[in-house]
């Protein structure tokens, strides 16, 4: 009992003296202890800037803080200072047995927001990778609370923070850690096992990503080399349910590789380098395999080779946008060698076959020694070049070289419509070229391509700018321009993204069928603007053209233009037929030719200035087409030519006309045309000393069309333009030869059809009006009448006029349908002398008389009308002469007392003249049979009654005139017989009651 209460005795005096011992121990003792032991373990200088505190109890521990640990020695010596790491708090359990002898061991340790920095020079300085295990640092564990690591190495920098970390050291030496970090978006976890904490030995690593989901595995052996470092012998296992989800973390949110990712490979590391070999992935259901190898003395660098049977780019890339300018500057550490292939390679939703890609990259420069695969429509490309830094500025010389079999299918892959050129075009095609890429633009030397049969050769410059611009100067040896025509013309939206500075020529180009030789154009685009600077063709259907002009509001609603232009030529016709060949008369537009003026386009409107000098004559054009607003047509012309003659030999039409060359023709007026209406204003025509003026419009609104027009002309010689073949009746058209009534032919009237469906084609309304309208010895002064087209019937309306000496009046109609004819004319105080020479070519009154006519008639020919010739007529005159007869002759001889001479009597009524009072009578007119039985004539001491028939079918006269002498009531009266042709009758006197009563007077004389 006694040595009991002894030892409790003595414990709690041992007790007492540890509870009491701190308050009489200096920490600052403490404070060297502990540097001094910490800087033999790790050789470099610790600051506690901070307190430091010591308790023995209930364990021996200590706290301190705010501690530092500078860079290697050698920093001091240099004269430089840098930290190393930062810790803000310490905590540490101590051994006890080594306090006794004034030792501190360290065995439970605490740090709190630590920060390693491992940039540059602290890096390299230095062994800071030394094992915690070391005499001094015997630490069984060591929690790390809120760390940071930093690590810069030129221009690359990492950071990893909100470290939390447990490590522990087992009896046996093994190591076990635990953690969790954050780093690039990402907060994994990690576990480590190593078999020996002190030496090489069995390893395990995992890296677990809980959201989203990934895990990395390593494990293997690690042992000591020869010359002291270690290698690693291991194999690792990457996985991922959710790739996408994991690179969105990292920042990479663009891209969107798959969903499911798997990789293996054997690892082998030393202190020179790491190599992944059998390298496997798996992502999605592309398959890999390939090699890596990652040097770790010296610079940093990257040798990776991977072969996968496809890869989908559409998926891996996604909606990734990739800054030229940072992808062609890599950064001067970085080492890498690529070597990448796959058999199919899925991009813009095809494939691309055999792809590889051969590159390296050193000292800031990337080769790219091979780019190559199969595009659709198998289309080769290879690609080659440097990329270095060239005055402080990024450069990549290269050379491209493609070959494809369907141009078509590689076009449409590419995204370009090419549907609209014709079928058998854009088969094979090939480009080679040199080009050199900057971060601001692409400059395209030795530019060579050949689509089809076309060669382009040139070179050119792309401004990568937000607006790309393209200058280029181009050269095509020739080019089938109707091969490619699209069917439908195309917008100019294209032209409105980018600015452009070109300078082309082609050779040869062929539109329509006809090769144009030596284009060139020299134009500037630029900001929806393009500025034309020259276009010409040295020859094109034996023309040649210029043209200079401006474009602007390209892809907008506001898009308008104007231009200079100007071409000349040899032939004209060539020029029409190229421009539409279904033009049937092109044929006939021959001989030279020049266009020169300017034409401009706004809001859809297209103002014109041309002059034109063609066929001999001369053509000015002034006005407006197209447009929003009526009238859509406004156009003034000036047209003239020396000789009507010629300009009709030059048009190919057989047309003399039979009064001679009218001489120089002039045409002016204003052409309009408005929704639904066509009208011609200010028309002013002449034709030698023929003018024609007046206005004309069509209206296309009403189910038929309707013709308006008012014309004014002045002497207007029908016969002087008519055809000299057609100056005789039978060739004359057939509404003049029944106007003139002239005389017909032995054969009898023309029995060619006429066809008067025109008159269905159109409604009119007509007002004419001229100086003089005459044919042959007819004239009119003064001519005018209205004429209204309606339902197929032309109706002439309000005919005015002085004819013969007389006033005419009347109107007249003529319908297509059962080809009626009507007329009603009156004719007042007319000269008789005239009318009737003009009529049957015969001249047997001469005096002045009243003519009225009212006719109609039916049928398909000339001869048909004037069979069916119906109606009345009436002639009458108040003084005159009748020609062809004497009856004063014959009074004076009756007057006589001697003996007549009855031959002398005969020769003496059918030769002289005969004065008249008065002469008239009616007709009626029958099937063409013009019948009179009321004729008379009232002649001083005379008066006659005749009855006279016409046959207008046949052209022959009966007729019968009976003469009384009223001074002479004994004297039978005698007759005048008229037979045969109407302008040249045998003229028959009939004097037998005359000779029987001269007879009977015992007067007569024998012959």
Do not use: C
């Not at 390693?116 to 929690?143: M, V, Y």
């Not at 209204?788 to 032309?794: N, W």
């Not at 109107?811 to 059962?818: D, H, I, P, R, T």
């Not at 009856?887 to 009855?902: N, S």
Request: charged letters at 20%; hydrophobic letters at 45%; a negative charge.
């Amino acid at each position: 009992m006694r040595k009991l209460i002894a030892v409790g005795a003595t414990l709690l005096v041992l007790v007492g003296a540890l509870l009491v011992a701190p308050r009489f121990v200096d920490p600052a003792a403490y404070r060297d202890i502990l540097i001094a032991e910490m800087h033999r373990a790790i050789g470099r200088d610790i600051e506690i800037a901070g307190p430091l505190t010591f308790a023995l109890l209930p364990t021996p521990h200590l706290t301190a803080a705010d501690i530092r640990v500078d860079a290697a020695d050698t920093k001091r010596r240099n004269g430089g200072k840098s930290e190393m790491l930062h810790a803000a708090w310490l905590e540490a359990r101590l051994a006890p047995l080594p306090l006794l002898a004034g030792r501190i061991v360290l065995r439970n340790v605490t740090l709190i927001d630590p920060v390693l920095d491992l940039s540059g020079e602290n890096a390299a300085g230095g062994d800071w990778r030394q094992s915690i295990a070391s005499d001094g640092l015997a630490i069984d564990t060591l929690q790390i609370v809120n760390g940071t690591v930093l690590y810069r190495a030129g221009a690359a920098s990492e950071r990893v923070d909100t470290i939390a970390l447990e490590l522990k050291r087992g009896p046996t030496g093994a190591l076990h850690a635990t953690g969790s970090f954050r780093s690039r978006g990402l907060a994994p976890s990690f576990s480590l096992a190593l078999d020996r904490s002190d030496g090489p030995g069995g390893f395990a690593l995992a890296l677990t990503l809980a959201r989203p989901a990934g895990r990395i595995e390593l494990s293997g052996e690690t042992a000591r080399t020869a010359d002291g470092s270690y290698s690693l012998d291991a194999s690792v296992k990457a996985t991922s349910e959710d790739l996408a989800a994991v690179l969105t973390r990292s920042g990479l949110s663009q891209w969107s590789p798959g969903h499911r990712l798997e990789g293996t490979a054997h690892v082998k590391a030393d202190a020179g380098q790491i190599r992944l070999d059998d390298l496997t992935l798996a992502l999605d259901d592309a398959r890999g395999d390939g090699s890596l190898v990652l040097p770790l003395a010296g610079t940093h660098g990257v040798d990776l080779s991977l072969r996968f049977n496809r890869l989908d780019l559409d998926r891996l890339v996604g909606a990734a946008t990739i800054d030229p300018s940072t992808a062609m500057s890599p950064p001067p550490w970085l080492r890498v060698k690529l070597d990448l292939a796959a058999a199919a390679l899925g991009w813009r939703g095809g494939v691309i076959r055999d792809a590889r890609l051969q590159a390296s990259a050193a000292e800031g420069a990337v080769a790219i020694e091979r780019l190559a695969g199969i595009l659709p429509g198998n289309s080769a490309v290879t690609l080659d070049g440097q990329l270095a830094v060239a005055n402080g500025q990024p450069e990549f010389r290269g050379t491209l070289d493609t070959g494809t079999d369907n141009l078509r299918e590689l076009l449409r892959w590419l995204g370009v419509d090419a549907t609209s050129i014709p079928a058998d075009r854009l088969r094979k095609a090939t480009l080679t070229s040199r080009f050199t890429t900057h971060p601001d633009r692409v400059d395209i030397g030795d530019l060579d391509l050949t689509v089809d049969a076309s060669r382009l050769t040139g070179a050119a410059t792309l401004a990568l700018r937000q607006r790309l611009a393209v200058g280029a100067r181009l050269s095509i040896d020739q080019l089938n321009l109707d091969a490619y025509l699209p069917s439908a013309a195309t917008g100019t939206a294209l032209l409105a993204g980018f600015d452009a500075n070109v300078d082309a020529t082609i050779a040869t180009l062929t539109w329509h069928g006809q090769p144009a030789r030596g284009l060139h154009a020299a134009a500037i685009l630029q900001n929806g603007e393009l500025t034309l600077r020259e276009a010409s063709i040295a020859e094109l259907a034996d023309a040649s053209a210029t043209a200079s002009g401006l474009v602007t509001g390209i892809g907008s609603k506001d898009l308008a233009w104007r231009a200079t232009v100007s071409a000349k030529g040899t032939e004209l016709s060539h020029v029409i037929r190229l421009i539409d060949p279904e033009i049937a008369f092109a044929w006939r537009l021959g001989g030279a030719f020049s266009v020169s003026g300017d034409l401009a386009s706004d809001a859809g409107a297209t103002a014109i200035d041309l002059g034109v000098t063609a066929l001999g004559g001369t053509l000015h054009l002034s006005g407006e087409i197209g447009g929003s607003d009526a009238p859509d047509l406004d156009i003034a012309f000036e047209a003239s030519h020396p000789s009507l003659s010629r300009l009709a030999r030059t048009l190919g039409i057989a047309y003399q006309p039979a009064g001679g060359d009218p001489g120089a023709v002039t045409a002016a007026g204003k052409l309009r045309r408005a929704p639904a209406k066509l009208s011609l204003d200010d028309l002013a025509v002449s034709l030698g000393a023929l003018t024609v003026g007046g206005a004309a419009d069509l209206d296309l609104a009403t189910a038929r069309p309707k013709l308006g027009a008012t014309l004014v002309f002045g002497d207007l010689a029908i016969d002087r333009f008519l055809p000299a073949r057609q100056t005789a009746l039978l060739d004359l058209p057939s509404f003049i030869r029944l106007a003139a009534a002239g005389t017909a032919p032995a054969s009898g009237w023309s029995t060619t059809p006429i066809d008067l469906t025109s008159l269905g084609l159109v409604d009119a309304d007509f007002a004419l009006r001229g100086d003089r309208l005459s044919y042959g010895a007819a004239a009119i002064a003064q001519p005018q009448a209205m004429l209204t087209l309606r339902d197929d019937t032309l109706e002439i309306g309000g005919l005015s006029g002085t004819i013969f000496g007389g006033a005419l009046t009347g109107k007249a109609s003529l319908a297509s349908v059962g080809n009626r004819a009507a007329a009603k004319l009156a004719l007042q105080g007319a000269d008789l002398n005239s009318l009737l020479g003009a009529a049957i070519g015969a001249t047997p009154l001469a005096g002045r008389g009243d003519l009225d006519l009212s006719v109609a008639t039916q049928g398909g020919s000339l001869a048909e009308l004037v069979g069916g010739l119906n109606g009345t007529a009436r002639l009458t005159s108040n003084g005159g002469t009748l020609s062809g007869i004497d009856l004063q002759a014959l009074t004076a001889r009756l007057d006589g007392t001697g003996p007549t001479d009855i031959f002398a009597l005969t020769r003496g009524l059918s030769a002289g003249k005969t004065p008249y009072q008065s002469l008239g009578g009616s007709f009626r007119i029958t099937d063409g049979i013009v019948l009179s039985d009321d004729f008379a004539l009232v002649a001083g001491h005379a008066t006659a009654r005749a009855r006279i028939a016409i046959d207008l079918p046949g052209w022959s006269v009966q007729s019968r005139i009976e003469f009384h002498l009223t001074d002479h009531g004994d004297v039978p009266p005698f007759a005048l017989t008229l037979d045969g042709s109407i302008d040249a009758p045998r003229k028959v006197f009939d004097i037998n009651a005359i000779e029987a009563y001269l007879t009977h007077r015992g007067t007569t004389a024998s012959p």
